[in-house]
């Protein structure tokens, strides 16, 4: 069994939608679209989410930082968060071993955080040595030595929310790409689109009325909904909403093709495992 550690709150409405995006596609994957609910049986994911927001943001410094999230404070770098989420993962981690998983994966279904998860991806759990020092405060040796052994055999994993939807939108074959998110959201999704198809335009978008993303999230959460008028559709252009607290009409929804991408991965290695 896969144990997935949800890092919730950036926002919760994303942290909700997501998971109710991937209990969908798992549904679908179990069984199609009249499965039942109760198939507990059958689930090859286990879950544990973390809203922890207020606490995040009663921490020094954090709070500011964290405000990038919405695009309201852009001259913060998300990076400067590095330290609280590898501190909040690391508490949280040793309660994952109650279900004995083959494998882990720490989910942050937040586009902005993007730069954060490839660092965890590349720095953190690519590296014992560097994982060891974050754990040894908040866990007993014995659930230190289990969770060492599950990242030197590579079974503790980050997706990176960006890189997953980039790979599944570009079979699409699109000429271009107009994004809906945040500064660093945007920025993060033309540079991954740029490494795998240079050829492919990208451009920041705003859907109508609004002319810039803060007003759109403060409006959207205010009135929780989004009377946004739907983009003309255009032969090979993909309008992506790169937001995880949003579904724009006529967008592509980033967060939806992450969760099903996270669904299919997970039963995709549940079967390769018991053949």
């Known amino acids: 069994m896969i144990h997935d550690l949800v890092i919730g709150d950036m926002g919760r409405r994303g942290t909700l939608r997501y ?18 609910d109760f198939f507990d049986e059958q689930r090859q994911v286990a879950v544990t989410t973390v809203c922890a927001g207020r606490w ?4 020094p410094d954090s709070f500011s930082a964290l405000r990038c999230l919405a695009g309201t404070y852009p001259g913060r770098d998300v990076m400067e968060l590095a330290d609280v989420f590898l501190s909040l993962i690391a508490r949280y981690l040793p309660a994952l071993l109650l279900t004995r998983p083959t494998g882990i994966r720490i989910i942050v279904p937040c586009n902005t ?5 490839r660092w965890l991806a ?27 052994a599950l990242v ?6 980050v997706p990176a929310i960006v890189g997953t939807v980039t790979q599944r939108m570009l079979n699409d074959d699109p ?4 994004i809906a998110g945040t500064p660093v959201a945007v920025r993060a999704y033309c540079e991954a689109i740029a490494r795998r198809r240079p050829e492919v335009v990208t451009r920041e978008w705003l859907p109508s009325p609004w002319t810039s ?3 759109l999230l403060v409006d959207t959460l205010s009135c929780d909904r989004v009377s946004a008028h739907p983009p003309v559709a255009k032969q090979q252009r993909v309008y992506l909403c790169g937001c995880t607290d949003l579904e724009l009409p006529g967008c592509v929804d980033a967060l939806g093709l992450f969760a099903e991408a996270m669904a299919e991965l997970a039963y995709s290695a549940g079967k390769e495992a018991r053949a």
Request: aromatic share 8%; charged share 30%.
């Open 19 to 36: 998971l109710e995006l991937f209990s969908r596609a798992e549904r679908r994957l179990l069984g199609g679209p009249g499965a039942r």
């Open 56 to 59: 995040l943001k009663s921490l």
């Open 113 to 117: 955080l993007d730069p954060l998860v």
């Open 122 to 148: 590349s720095d953190v759990f690519s590296n014992a040595a560097t994982f060891e020092r974050a754990l040894v405060e908040y866990a007993a040796p014995a659930d230190v030595d289990a969770l060492l």
């Open 152 to 157: 030197m055999e590579n079974k503790i994993v």
């Open 175 to 178: 000429r271009e790409v107009f």
């Open 213 to 215: 993303f803060t007003e």
